[in-house]
């Protein structure tokens, strides 16, 4: 079982430019989740989606946007990339009860220049 | 809304010290509190969580509904237990939020 996974692993872009991050799972997780990291600001949730089909902002929503394309996947897209959004990008996903814990991918490394 | 305050950037400790990594939260309902770990290079992992009561590798930690909070304990530091500690709070509609982070430095 892989678990997360996410694809790119490292991405740069220019300012401008659009791309969307991926997300997959096979744990049969209803809830999944991206996050960003950033140093001295922790985890900040962007989006998360509680189920399939539905989607719901976190923290730091503006300049994404997200699609829960079925129970697996949950992508990140930025339409028009800015140096703001150079982080570390972190999907996660949990079960059903609100005291799952979360388990996460390995992240993906953007740059925007 | 919920939050979570984690006061301390950098704590560091000698190796033997005990340790205690705190956290805060900010949530009218019955929170369930989380502490994740991130080792150099490796995902995010889940260390315990409340409602488990349980001691990972040495470490415990204890909600006080009183003074909401939970924080993170292990009475002798060892130099593996460097790493960035995470607290994180699980409310309503499974949103689920993150203190800032405390990067523990265990000095040998």
């Known amino acids: 079982n892989a678990g997360v996974t996410q694809t790119p692993k490292f991405q740069v872009l220019k300012t401008g430019q659009s791309m969307t991050l991926q997300c997959a799972q096979d744990?049969?997780?209803?809830?999944m989740y991206w996050y960003r990291q950033d140093p001295g600001m922790g985890l900040r949730l962007i989006y998360y989606?509680?189920?399939?089909?539905?989607?719901d902002k976190g923290e730091v929503p503006n300049g994404y946007n997200v699609s829960r394309l079925n129970k697996r996947e949950f992508s990140l897209r930025l339409e028009s990339a800015a140096p703001s959004q150079t982080s570390v990008y972190f999907c996660?996903?949990?079960?059903?009860?609100?005291?799952?814990?979360?388990?996460f991918g390995n992240g993906t490394r953007l740059t925007v220049t | 809304a919920q939050r979570v305050t984690q006061p301390e950037k950098l704590l560091s400790v000698f190796k033997g010290a005990p340790v205690e990594l705190k956290c805060n939260y900010s949530?009218?309902?019955?929170?369930?509190l989380f502490w994740y770990v991130q080792y150099s290079r490796q995902r995010l992992q889940l260390l315990l969580r409340?409602?488990s009561r349980e001691s990972i590798k040495g470490f415990t930690a204890d909600l006080n509904k009183g003074e909401t909070s939970f924080h993170l304990k292990k009475p002798f530091a060892q130099e593996e237990d460097s790493a960035m500690y995470y607290c994180?709070?699980?409310?309503?509609?499974?949103?689920?939020?993150f203190g800032t982070g405390t990067k523990l430095q265990v000095i040998p």
């Open positions: 996660a996903t949990t079960g059903s009860s609100y005291n799952s814990p979360l388990h």
């Open positions: 744990m049969n997780h209803n809830s």
């Open positions: 989606s509680a189920s399939e089909g539905t989607t």
């Open positions: 949530y009218s309902g019955s929170p369930e």
């Open positions: 409340h409602i």
């Open positions: 994180a709070l699980s409310g309503g509609y499974q949103k689920v939020t």
